[in-house]
């Protein structure tokens, strides 16, 4: 029986412009090369890997009454997706990236928040309508909303998965009650706890932090592409990426959240479900792209 995954977060449309430097001081710089404009936002990138990963997935967001938000929503569509939560917000555009890519990388980005930042309460009860098995959400949703949605998973007795993107040095944990596993990155880690995670011992350091700060079944301290440790409260486990060359990592980490989320809401194994999604973020930081780069579950499968 397919599993349902609901992603609550972002949804944007993302420019992509080509320049020999990024411009400052009222300079002018051209774009001679081929622009994209490609689908991204991670509440997006997040539904997307999990649908990949074999879970039904519904996103829950916002998009603008423009060309942009339809050309998003059919996007979603050919990913198998379900839009039936996605909001048409008739005062705000979606939400745009635009990117300016050097020779050697980002050389810069300009964010319109836009719809996808506009998502409320009523929003989130909404898309619980489609009873998920399972709801993942980071810290870039606002503190009120993220609080009623972890009311919601309690009272439907969901795994919460919270994905630490967006947090900020005293961002506060101690009200969103009901998070079942904390997905957090290193940079995250030591904007919430202080420490910084350079080494086994404080790798449980930042765990045992993070668990006072917020009651937690699961910390997943992600390593970036070396690896994952998981820790339960008594017992903590390191885990190796399967290592693949890093050339984009534009989807990497939601490509871990979304594969987790996918894995996790079907046998709620913590350690199968880091270890999967691993080897997704790992296939998606080793091609180009956003949505392009996300890995199926065959493709995760082939490489554990």
């Known amino acids: 029986m397919e599993t349902t995954v609901l992603a609550a977060g972002d949804a944007a449309m993302d420019v992509l412009l080509n320049v020999p430097y990024a411009p400052n001081g009222g300079r002018t710089v051209v774009s001679k090369d081929r622009y994209d404009i490609t689908p991204g936002g991670s509440g997006a990138y997040t539904a997307v890997a999990a649908r990949r990963a074999g879970?039904?997935?519904?996103?829950?967001s916002r998009v603008g009454g423009d060309e942009l938000g339809t050309r998003f929503?059919?996007?979603?569509?050919?990913?198998?997706?379900?839009?039936a939560y996605v909001g048409t917000d008739s005062v705000n555009q979606t939400s745009l990236n635009v990117f300016l890519l050097e020779q050697y990388g980002l050389g810069g980005k300009v964010c319109y928040g836009g719809a996808s930042s506009r998502i409320s309460t009523s929003d989130i009860e909404s898309a619980f309508c489609c009873y998920p098995d399972l709801f993942t959400a980071s810290l870039r949703?606002?503190?009120?909303?993220?609080?009623?949605?972890?009311?919601?998973t309690r009272a439907q007795t969901i795994p919460f998965v919270l994905d630490a993107s967006g947090a900020y040095e005293g961002f506060r944990l101690s009200d969103i009650l009901g998070v079942d596993?904390?997905?957090?990155?290193?940079?995250?880690?030591?904007?919430?706890?202080?420490?910084?995670?350079?080494?086994?011992?404080?790798?449980?350091?930042?765990?045992i932090a993070l668990c006072d700060m917020l009651p937690l079944r699961f910390v997943v301290l992600k390593l970036g592409?070396?690896?994952?440790?998981?820790?339960?409260?008594?017992?903590?486990?390191?885990?190796?990426?399967?290592?693949?060359q890093s050339v984009d990592v534009t989807a990497e980490h939601e490509s871990f959240v979304g594969a987790f989320s996918a894995h996790f809401a079907k046998k709620l194994d913590v350690l199968e479900a880091t270890k999967y999604a691993l080897a997704a973020s790992?296939?998606?930081a080793s091609r180009v792209g956003g949505f392009a780069s996300i890995p199926t579950d065959e493709e995760i499968t082939n490489i554990l």
């Open 55 to 60: 879970s039904g997935s519904v996103l829950c």
């Open 73 to 83: 929503l059919r996007h979603l569509k050919e990913e198998d997706v379900s839009t």
């Open 141 to 152: 949703l606002d503190r009120e909303v993220l609080k009623y949605a972890a009311g919601l």
């Open 181 to 207: 596993v904390f997905v957090v990155g290193e940079e995250e880690a030591e904007l919430l706890t202080g420490i910084k995670p350079s080494g086994t011992d404080n790798f449980m350091r930042v765990c």
């Open 225 to 244: 592409m070396r690896g994952a440790y998981i820790y339960d409260g008594k017992y903590c486990e390191l885990l190796m990426s399967p290592g693949l």
């Open 282 to 284: 790992s296939l998606a």
